[in-house]
């Protein structure tokens, strides 16, 4: 089975850095494309930062010079470097996957793997 299991979240002030990570497992890391989304409470979930198999990257446009997705294809890892964090940056975090690429990044319904989400919390 595929499993996409986040960790890394936490609370931190504004300006402080986090870096979450993705553990992959089932599949291979470098054949998909990747995606960080974030749902802060009350709102719908919105795409943060997106990685082609290639390393092509895609980045919303509120964390564009702030966030960093990145992989370790030999552990079978996705990363993503949060720094200057500001309070809308609240919510929890998901890793999302692609087998077959997408043609909307920022769009859940284009991801068949999820994981199960880590909280940050900046105030």
């Known amino acids: 089975d595929v499993q996409l299991v986040e960790s890394g979240g936490d609370s931190v002030q504004p300006g402080g850095s986090l870096r979450l990570s993705c553990a992959v497992s089932?599949?291979?890391?470098?054949?998909?494309?990747m995606a960080w989304f974030r749902q802060a409470q009350g709102k719908e979930r919105e795409g943060v930062a997106a990685l082609e198999s290639d390393g092509s990257t895609t980045y919303a446009d509120s964390v564009k010079g702030r966030f960093t997705i990145s992989k370790d294809n030999t552990n079978n890892v996705l990363y993503l470097q949060m720094n200057s964090l500001k309070p809308d940056d609240t919510g929890i975090y998901y890793c999302?996957?692609?087998?077959?690429?997408?043609?909307?990044?920022?769009?859940?319904?284009?991801?068949?793997?999820w994981g199960q989400g880590t909280q940050v919390t900046v105030s």
């Open positions: 089932g599949y291979t890391l470098p054949k998909y494309y």
């Open positions: 999302a996957a692609s087998t077959s690429g997408v043609r909307d990044w920022t769009r859940p319904a284009e991801y068949e793997y």
